[in-house]
């Protein structure tokens, strides 16, 4: 990526004014190549009073970077598939500006101290004392929770949007968990429940599943079973299967394309089933 001076991101910013064909074909190619980090260094340089300017600016970017997300869903699937990082991905497409370093400091920090909480608490043998802990961390030190007022709000299913509110869908809340509490190693996976994503913890024991949008609730085999008789369906055992990172970031761009259809928001909707299909091919 390249590095600009304050000197070459003023005359950026003074070139954007002229808003001429000509002008945005170069800036669409010049916004390819530049980071996250110099488009809001960029950004800053546009008077806030300037709305016009800053409007203009922000659609050669959503335009510019949504397309680009194609090549990076695909490095992405084929590089490992780091959960945390498809989420961010997904993000950037609400929001290309978004400071993904300050979003990844501010998880690790979460861990650390999780971390510290569980060494200095004597745990027992059984695994409920420690998914206890977690919870009281995750739902009344951390204050997440399921955004049950604006369930089908899109912002749910942003990573930087749930982290900063507080507040989102049972996949968002789930990943967010899964982020915390894999980095110090602990044996917790995703469950991919219809309609209302579940995690694990099994670690030599029968596996026990959490409701991270329920505030950590402990469900049993028997409530899910009533939650897919609600829903209509017939029970499969595949629907208490741990999903792949790349099923992950899919259903969640799936939930997003079901509300952007319901919202008519056509275009935003084909720009998810590309990245999904990427995955797919992946």
Known sequence: MPTLSTTEIKAIAKLLKSQDATTTKLMEEQLKTFDNGLLREIDKEISPGDIELKNYFLNLVFNTKREQLKSDFLKWATNGSDLQEGAFLIALFDNPLMDTEYYSSLIAKWANTLNSTLKKVT???????????????????????????????????????????????????????????????????????????????????????????????????????????????????????????????????????NIYTQEEKFELKEYLESYINVLKKA
């Open 123 to 257: 745990l027992t043998d059984d695994p409920t004392s420690i998914i206890n802990e977690i919870n009281h961390f995750m739902f009344m030190e951390i204050g997440l929770k399921g955004n049950k007022e604006s369930y089908y709000d899109p912002k749910n299913s942003f990573i930087d949007k749930v982290l900063e509110r507080r507040a989102g869908n049972p996949i968002l809340l789930s990943v967010i968990y899964l982020l915390i509490t894999n980095k110090l190693g602990l044996s917790f996976n995703g469950v991919n429940m219809p309609a209302h994503f579940l995690i694990q913890y099994a670690d030599g024991y029968d596996p026990i599943l959490i409701d991270p949008f329920n505030q950590g609730e402990i469900i049993t085999r028997n409530v899910c079973q009533d939650r897919i008789r609600a829903l209509k369906l017939t029970w499969q055992e595949d629907y208490l299967s741990c999903p792949t990172n790349k099923q992950i970031i899919s259903r969640i761009m799936q939930n997003l394309i």
